[in-house]
Nanobody
Framework: QVQQVESGGGLVQAGGSLRLSCAAS????????MGWFRQAPGKEREFVAI????????YYADSVKGRFTISREKAENTVYLQMNSLKPEDTAVYYC?????????????WGQGTQVTVSS
């Protein structure tokens, strides 16, 4: 059962910004760290960012550190990914999911994701 819905993707020029949103079920959101992952064409899905259940700790993949910011809004059961200084290599389908903090692995079924395309 899919428990999260991603949105906010689109086409943007290199150097631009996008803000992704992830609406999660209350049960999922209140029980887990939440994270973002991405999958580029022909590549495996990779970890992007994670935020702790409390929202006080975050961790990023080296490739996005300093450019992306993950946050969570408890009142809305929503996780955000603010993406700045986008590069063509950021082009991928982006997914959010509940995450096991220690292993950075997904803890629930995957949703449809949202496509991000960065043109050069």
């Amino acid at each position: 059962q899919v428990q999260q819905v991603e949105s906010g993707g689109g086409l943007v020029q290199a150097g631009g910004s996008l803000r992704l949103s992830c609406a999660a079920s209350g049960r999922t959101f209140s029980s887990y760290a939440m994270g973002w992952f991405r999958q580029a064409p022909g590549k495996e899905r990779e970890f992007v960012a994670i935020i702790s259940l409390s929202g006080t700790r975050t961790y990023y993949a080296d490739s996005v550190k300093g450019r992306f910011t993950i946050s969570r809004e408890k009142a809305e059961n929503t996780v955000y990914l603010q993406m700045n200084s986008l590069k063509p290599e950021d082009t991928a389908v982006y997914y959010c999911n509940a995450v096991v903090w220690a292993t950075r692995t997904a803890a629930a079924a995957w949703g449809q994701g949202t496509q991000v395309t960065v043109s050069s």
